[in-house]
């Protein structure tokens, strides 16, 4: 067979894609992504994956940094941190396309037990390099299973592991392993991470994410700032204006339904906030939103 792994990934988006080019696989954590034009600047706080860019060119803002990769790299992201990205590069005739990963902690520390690799020092969150050979190849046979959906069920968990393997073996290893090394830093604000993310819409107690991190909430909150590059309390406020975004553009959602939903009391203050974080008020930026979507 002599498919590559643009052509696997192609032919599968082609088929599943959603209206807004994700069509997510029968394999957990597994996605594939396709876009003919450039996109609108896209607000997330991601989550730890790697993505292989196969065509077209994209950028992904963290802060004051700025990463631009095209076809042939890898990008990634191994702490829930926000970022600002948009697909540059796209057309009808060649359209942005590429495969992302959630990364598995514990499939990570399985391996760099195994391996005998031990966490290396501190890195930043957001990176990008060539990606190696091996994990393309691993990429591709993980991709291959879904000619076969007979076969997912049976193989999917041993492919993952492998990709995740050729990852930890190649030019992002060192960035993986600090990822997943259990009872790191990472790792015990991660935890927080996800009763964040269960329940943005909620009063924050700082106390109560440190206990679940297991730290003093001095210690908590000088790690989750180090970790994810915002406070507490500001990335709570990033998952609810991001939520109420997309309330409003997927579901058609008021601005003063929405603020409610994702826990404000104030809609003046929810429409200052929006406005700083998406640079329009809700109202017109929902319907500039909804008009490029149709364009």
């Not at 046979?141 to 592991?161: C, G, T, Y």
């Not at 001095?218 to 507490?232: A, D, E, G, I, N």
């Amino acid at each position: 067979m002599t498919d590559t792994l643009l052509d696997v990934v192609r032919r599968y988006v082609e088929t599943h894609a959603d209206p807004t080019g994700l069509a997510q696989t029968p394999v957990p954590g597994l996605t594939t992504i396709r876009s003919t034009a450039p996109s609108e600047l896209v607000h997330a706080i991601s989550r730890p994956l790697v993505c292989l860019v196969l065509q077209g060119t994209k950028q992904v803002a963290m802060g004051a940094e700025m990463f631009s990769f095209g076809a042939g790299d890898s990008l990634l992201i191994t702490a829930d941190v926000p970022t600002v990205s948009q697909i540059t590069q796209a057309s009808v005739e060649r359209p942005y396309l590429s495969l992302v990963l959630d990364l598995d902690p514990a499939i990570i520390t399985e391996l760099a037990v195994e391996m005998g690799n031990g966490p290396a020092g501190a890195g930043v969150a957001v990176r990008f390099e060539p990606t190696d050979a091996e994990v393309t190849e691993a990429a591709l046979r993980l991709m291959r299973l879904l000619d076969r959906p007979e076969s997912v069920p049976v193989l999917h968990a041993q492919r993952v592991r492998e990709l995740h393997y050729w990852l930890l073996l190649g030019r992002h290893g060192a960035a993986i392993r600090r990822f997943g090394w259990p009872e790191g830093h990472a790792q015990r604000v991660a935890r927080a991470v996800a009763v964040l993310r269960e329940q943005f819409a909620r009063p924050l107690r700082v106390e109560a994410l440190a206990a679940v991190a297991g730290m003093s909430p001095s210690s908590f909150y000088s790690h989750f700032r180090t970790v994810t590059s915002l406070s507490p309390l500001q990335f709570q406020k990033q998952l609810r204006l991001i939520e109420a975004r997309r309330l409003m553009q997927s579901e058609g959602a008021s601005a003063s339904s929405a603020a409610f939903a994702v826990g404000y009391e104030s809609v003046s203050q929810f429409t200052r906030e929006y406005g700083r974080m998406f640079g329009r008020p809700p109202a017109r930026d929902a319907e500039a939103l909804r008009r490029w979507a149709v364009a």
